[in-house]
């Protein structure tokens, strides 16, 4: 008898024992999905994080590695381990792929749909057979065929935030925006946003419906929505500002050295700031910003990210490896000084050409 009380009382105190760690792991998780600041995107009711994550490397687009060969379970992982630290802010495109992204994403976040903050695109022209057209398209029938099919990708029933990726110029923007708000009453989607359209083109969607996000490159390298006034129609119509390729597409990294780095079929190498004297000039300038990033003991990526961040806007820097996604979460919490503030202005001041971000047929879809 006693010892089967005794048996009994060793059983209690394991089990109260397991219960209280699994109790301080639920904590511990909890503390972790909350390690990031959240922050209000726009003036629509949208909280995300002070920084996202960047999903279009973790796949091909039409054929070719984006930022190197992509490893789905790495980046699933990846995924996974930016949700233990706070960052549930993904972005993605029914163009990468095409669609493939999309349903990388879906397996990620199977299961936990709801502790994450998914943002999708459409505009690209994707036809029947899941191939690109390479055409733009922003028509009211077109707008609702791509939102089912994302829906479908993603494995959910709603996305949070639903981008135009491009401007199609032979559909009115009041038309694209009236579809994509149509799909916001249905409960599809959550907030709609816009992605490389001028300050015009903000100022007449928004009047259709209220647009949460605007989406443009964005970095020390790339500063045009700036000189454009496309910053300051934003503040001016309380639209956030999410600055996509916040390293300069790998650049602000420091670790491009050569062009030679790239391999064959990289895209990079069809862009001008990668090319020729453009390509070493912007080395000199990489340099340069890595001596302020060694004298703060960082990285030169974290220190591209802390300065997006210290504008006050969004970065959602892309990357598909664990080691990077930590690294790019601990910079959205680092503060820059008022001296290292204006030393990296002056490296890169603004105005400064740093070679054209896209190659010509690129350039003729963007701040439209």
Not at 119 to 146: P, R
Not at 169 to 190: D, F, H, Q, R
Not at 284 to 296: D, R
Not at 321 to 350: D, F, G
Request: hydrophobic fraction near 40%; proline fraction near 3%; charged fraction near 25%.
């Amino acid at each position: 008898m006693d010892t089967t009380i005794r048996d009994w009382d060793t059983f209690l105190f394991i089990s109260l024992s397991t219960f209280v760690l699994l109790i301080d792991d639920y904590k511990i998780q909890i503390h972790k999905m909350d390690s990031i600041e959240k922050v209000k995107l726009g003036s629509q009711g949208l909280m995300v994080p002070k920084i996202g994550l960047g999903c279009m490397g973790m796949t091909k687009i039409a054929g070719a590695d984006i930022y190197g060969k992509a490893d789905e379970a790495e980046s699933i992982a990846t995924i996974h381990r930016s949700l233990e630290l706070g960052g549930n802010f993904l972005d993605t495109a029914d163009l990468y792929g095409p669609l493939e992204n999309e349903r990388l994403i879906a397996k990620a976040i199977k299961g936990n749909r709801e502790h994450y903050i998914i943002a999708t695109k459409f505009g690209f022209e994707i036809d029947d057979n899941e191939q690109l057209t390479w055409q733009y398209n922003g028509k009211k029938d077109y707008v609702k065929k791509a939102v089912e099919r994302s829906l479908k990708n993603l494995g959910t029933d709603y996305i949070d935030l639903y981008y135009l990726h491009r401007l199609d110029p032979n559909t009115p923007i009041e038309e694209t925006v009236g579809a994509m708000a149509e799909l916001v009453k249905e409960g599809k989607v959550g907030y709609i946003g816009l992605s490389e359209v001028s300050a015009e083109t903000i100022k007449k969607a928004h009047k259709i419906h209220p647009l949460t996000a605007v989406q443009t490159e964005y970095s020390l390298f790339e500063r045009t929505v700036e000189e454009a006034g496309i910053l300051a129609t934003l503040e001016e119509l309380g639209i956030g500002f999410v600055a996509y390729s916040p390293l300069g597409r790998g650049f602000l990294s420091g670790d491009i050295k050569n062009p030679d780095d790239f391999p064959d079929n990289d895209f990079r190498k069809s862009i001008p700031r990668f090319q020729g004297e453009m390509f070493y000039k912007n080395i000199e300038l990489v340099n340069e910003i890595k001596k302020v990033a060694e004298g703060k003991s960082i990285t030169a990526s974290q220190l591209a990210i802390a300065w997006v961040v210290s504008k006050g806007f969004l970065p959602i820097p892309g990357t598909k490896r664990i080691k990077y996604v930590e690294q790019n979460i601990e910079a959205a919490s680092m503060i820059l000084t008022t001296e290292e503030l204006e030393k990296l202005e002056a490296i890169v001041p603004l105005g400064t050409s740093t070679g054209a971000r896209y190659d010509e047929a690129g350039m003729s879809g963007i701040d439209q």
